[in-house]
């Protein structure tokens, strides 16, 4: 298929069909994937994410498949080990994703056991937005620098109020990333492009178009209070009108996140006037 992916976006969504709240079977979330990735807008979407703890399911799947498969393996370091020692040769294991600590604890030996088991491999450290943020910060930057493939990933959403950050938080913590040259990732609650009220849980969502804008205002120098005032707009006007005129460039910072439907993002970029199928 043609690409009319622009580079700003592409890679932008890996495939999250397989975890709540959608929480697709193997067989759906495999077909599903397969047929995002041999649509027009392919290039958008990364490797479908695959809890650790469905690997045997997954591998018992294909081994009747013999369509290639990249994947990211996410879930507790434990079961992730598990899950690299169990693996096949029918996949391609692109990364690696594990939260290193629970909100308050002290992120510290979960991040050098992360460090371990990623070694030589892409992999994103889930790192609570509180106690001991900035100390973990410094560690993966530093661990980057001296060529190891990992970055940080930071909750953006999720069953309970407290795991979704303020605008505050949010763009505190992007900017910290900006200051360490430390691309990051982003994990659940960017359901659409805009920030919204959930009607049924009354949870307040951040946008995806918001943290794009965000990250590249960042990226050219922004202080976190205008980072701030970006993700917490709900006028798409500025948004898009920001992110458009960057539709050529690749994408700073932000490397992208999970989405348990990649329909609902593409459907929002094509309403917004950021992406055309082709002719």
Sequence with gaps: MPNSVPPLLVGLLDDAAMFPPRGASVGDALDGHREARSSWYASLVGPLLVPAD????LWSRLRSDPEPLAIGL?????VVAGALVAAGDQVD????????AKRGEDPMPGLTAFRTLAAGRAGY???PLTWGLQAALDVLAAAR????????????????????PTPVELAAVICACR??????KLTAGLHHALRHTDPETGFLHHGFLNVLAGSLAAADGAEAADVAEVL?????????????SQL??????????GTCSVSEPVDDMRRLGLLFPPP
Aim: charge should be negative; avoid cysteine.
């Design 125 to 127: 450290a889930e790192v």
């Design 179 to 184: 200051d360490r040259d430390l691309p990051f």
């Design 232 to 244: 917490a707009t709900t006028d798409a006007v500025p948004l898009v009108e920001a992110v458009r």
């Design 248 to 257: 050529e460039t690749e994408r700073p910072l932000w490397i992208g996140y």
């Design 93 to 100: 294991i692109r990364h690696i994703e594990a939260p290193v």
């Design 54 to 57: 469905e690997v045997g399911a």
């Design 74 to 78: 996410v879930g507790p370091l434990t």
């Design 145 to 164: 620098a001296d060529g190891e493939r990992i970055a940080p990933k930071f909750r953006t959403g999720g069953l309970a109020a407290e795991l979704f």
